[in-house]
């Protein structure tokens, strides 16, 4: 009986890798019949308030990643939020006193970009979650909310934490949920490690490179964001 079960198990098992085989298969050859002559650009948003710090780095690796995916029709750029004037109370219809700058409205003509097809937002982790600079950004995306003008854009999240289990999946699905109200395709980290997004740690050293396991999913989450990208701008 024991042998019959681990016949069985074995040969679900080989069946579910020929399943999964076939799969990936069929979703690289969709991908890869994208005509190459439809630009692609994704766009990388960091709620740092640091500039050049842990989190636009690993956001960098992300978008190498994506244009990697297909450089010739694939282009990126960081938004860095640090040293921005971006005010939620706008988002709440509350108009800001005179004089008082408010630079999210140039940041409205990058994102309504037709051709802007992916937006990875990432953020340090603060007491379990993401930066008011960061949640001020998504809260300002209520400009796009009522034509919802997002729709059907990739979006993915990327945390970065001073502990390795610092709270960073919280402030992914933080994140994920202001997208997923912009009607946008939210996706995860792809594989192999299939999670929720990036989740990088920050060892104190502001050198997140020497986080192999975290570099990893922020490779994995910019491939994922363009693949699928590539085949929602295919259809």
């Known amino acids: ?56 780095t690993a956001l960098r690796v992300c978008l190498e990643a994506a244009k990697a995916v297909a450089p010739e029709q694939i282009e990126t750029e960081l938004i860095e939020l640090a040293g921005l ?39 340090p982790v603060y007491f379990g979650d993401m930066t008011s600079l960061c949640k001020a950004f998504l ?3 209520m400009a796009f909310k009522k034509t919802l003008a997002l729709s059907n854009r990739v979006g993915g999240a990327l945390a970065v934490a001073g502990a390795r289990n610092g709270g960073q999946e919280h402030t992914l699905r933080s994140i994920q ?40 999913t922020a490779k994995n989450l910019g491939r994922r964001v363009a693949e699928v990208a590539r085949l929602i701008a295919k259809t």
Not at 5 to 14: K, N, T, Y
Not at 29 to 48: C, N
Not at 188 to 194: H, L, V
Request: net charge neutral.
């Open 85 to 123: 004037n971006i005010n939620g109370l706008v988002a709440a219809g509350i108009e800001l006193p005179p004089g008082h700058t408010d630079d999210f409205l140039a940041l409205e003509p990058k994102l309504a970009d037709p051709a802007v097809r992916g937006i990875i937002v990432g953020s």
């Open 1 to 56: 009986m024991q042998s019959d079960l681990s016949r069985r198990g074995f040969l679900g098992a080989a069946g579910a890798a020929a399943a999964m085989g076939a799969v990936a298969s069929a979703s690289a050859a969709a991908a890869d019949s994208t005509p190459q002559g439809k630009k692609i650009k994704i766009l990388a948003v960091s709620g740092s308030p640091r500039k050049g710090k842990t989190t636009s």
């Open 139 to 141: 809260e300002r995306l």
């Open 177 to 216: 949920a202001a997208l997923f109200s912009q009607e946008m395709v939210v996706v995860g980290d792809g594989r192999p490690t299939c999670h929720y997004g990036a989740t990088l740690w920050n060892n104190a050293k502001d050198d997140i490179t020497q986080d192999a396991p975290g570099i990893a």
